[in-house]
């Protein structure tokens, strides 16, 4: 397991930024999935506030819809070697919304991936 240097580890703000422009949601939308003011989230994604506690971050990876692990990851309580990117928990966040997919449809997905492969290496 290797641990970043804080000279390279991207900020919470940063990281919650990309995942909500990725996944198309302005402050508010956040907010209403939060129960967070927009204010606190602005000041949260400009770095302002940089160390919410456990109970914040809950709500915080409700409301930009990533993994409650990951956010904890990304603010320093829990450090693995193969934490996703944002762009990855917001995928997956993509996809978790289905809930329990069904057979049909995780074949489906998983054409989809292998075509977004395919693409990647042509």
């Known amino acids: 397991m290797s641990v970043r240097g804080d000279s390279q580890r991207v900020s919470l703000g940063s990281r919650l930024r990309e995942v909500r422009s990725a996944a198309g949601m302005s402050l508010r939308d956040v907010e209403r999935r939060s129960g967070l003011q927009s204010g606190y989230l602005s000041q949260l994604e400009r770095g302002k506030i940089a160390h919410p506690g456990p109970p914040v971050l809950r709500a915080i990876a409700d409301g930009y819809g990533v993994r ?42 998983t054409a989809i991936v292998n075509l977004l492969r395919t693409k990647r290496r042509g």
């Open 68 to 109: 409650y692990e990951d956010v904890l990851s990304w603010t320093g309580y829990a450090i693995t070697a193969d934490s996703p990117s944002p762009r990855q928990a917001a995928a997956m966040s993509a996809v978790a919304a289905l809930g329990e997919p069904s057979e049909d449809e995780l074949e489906t997905l």
